[in-house]
């Protein structure tokens, strides 16, 4: 039994690792397609730089702007950014979504602002950000916080109200108080939508740093294309495309997808549709 | 341990999408002596889950009272443990944190309630599963953890809501003899409500038949213990006294 059971984890390790490599090869395979048919069309018929840079300029920028540094400065800029608006934005979201899953009457009165403020959420709050923060840092931030704010908000509601009722009568007649309800129970039970909602609240984060800092700053990816664009520098401009998808797949594959993976499927939480 | 008393104990609902009031409970007065299992029986509607509810403080009861050891009790309190139908355990707790979540609530360290929930588990047959989470266990494993959670906590007063309705017969057959065993060990004070005649007379040492809200009658069952369902399915009293509750309930 003992020698099946192990032999049989060992086995279904191994087909779930191949699996995994054979799912990055074809994750990796229409991207490397797309990388020769540049390699080929750009010479091929001769394409202005100033249109479309080669592989070969992109790869010249890329090491350029590693070489003095630039790249890291506006990476780390726009990541500080991305850091600090998501966990404001987290920090009061999920009070504020908890509330609204308990208390029916919290919902009713927020659920229309709710509606309306998430049509917004994002670069249209740009603009008026820049009114009150001034350009940079302070604005930026905001345009970030605003769009993890109202998706976190909305899925926390949603987590706690798909929490069984039961599980906080056990807890109750458990010996569990109003602070335990909520550390023991609500918060954990919620945990796979708020780790959901962060990771669609990133998504929409992502999208709108690169739309503010096109508009609001002077350091960071955006800022990045934004310049190149004034210079004609397409080779730029592609190298920092690349590389906001890339720190996007990133972000996405080895930090939100196995948070997401590690709180539902551990629990078997799982809500299939 | 404490007596609990029910006394005229009733139950009106409103219910909004009728726009009307319904009377579940009507006018039910019991007394549980410590110690004693009880099994709750009657027709499905007849107010058997209103009535534990009302007891556990998950419900407010309008009419009545609800005395443990003659005090009044109003919400839920660690003092009435409760059995859920649907097992209810934490999926994102081991079954280890499961067991030891009462003791965790009254403040009992965490090496401490390690060791209390570990016997409970032992007493249930469960120790090798102390580390995994619910969703990795059978119904009938999820309902031992259920019952051992409940009992950790040291309640005066056990409430079980059909709890072994779920899970398939010959599982069922098995928890029951191993709950009529851990009630002979530890003799907490049990309501058990089902709706399966066989299952509260093997269970208990009262049968309290329900109807439409009241208390129709009960009976007293006083088989030897530790009860078996090899020897009892055999049993002429056993089978006397199943018939006697089943012409009661079918009365009903
Ligand atoms: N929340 C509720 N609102 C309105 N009516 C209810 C509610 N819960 C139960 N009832 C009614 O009360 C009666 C008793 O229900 P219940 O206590 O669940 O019975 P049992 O557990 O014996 O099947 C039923 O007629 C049921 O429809
Ligand atoms: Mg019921």
Redesign the interface.
Known sequence: MQVTGSLKGRSSRLIRSVNSLVGAAMFVAPLLALLAIWAIVVPLFNVNPRVFPSVGAVGAAALDSIRDGTLFAHVGASLLRVGLGTLIGIATAVPLGIAMGVSPTVAAFLTPLFRFFSVLAGIAWIPIATLWFGYGFGAIVFVIFNAVFFVVAYNTLLGVRTIPHTLRNAAASLGAGRWALLTEVLLPGALPNIVTGIRTGLGFAWRGLIAAEMIATNVGLGYMLFVARDFYRTEVIVFGMIVIGVLWLLIDRLLLVPLERATIERWGMVRRA | MKTLSLRNLGKTYFDPYAGAHVTAVHDVSLDVEPGEFISVVGPSGCGKTTILNMI???IPYSKGDILLDGKPVH????E???V?Q?F?????KTVLDNVG??PK??GVPKAERDRIAREYLALAGLSHAAHR????LSGGMQQRVGVV??LA?NPDVLLMDEPFASVDAQTRMTLQEELTRIWQERKPTVIFITHDVAEAVFLANRVVVLSKGRVLDEIAVDLPRPRVWDDLVRDDHFKQLSARVLQMVRAA
């Not at chain 2, 209810?88 to 994102?92: D, E, G, Q, V």
């Not at chain 2, 989470?133 to 990795?136: A, D, K, S, V």
């Open positions: 556990a403080g998950f919400g839920p309190g660690p009435r443990g409760v859920f649907s209810a355990l934490f999926p994102w979540f009462g609530m009254r989470y619910p969703n990795e959670r409940a906590n």
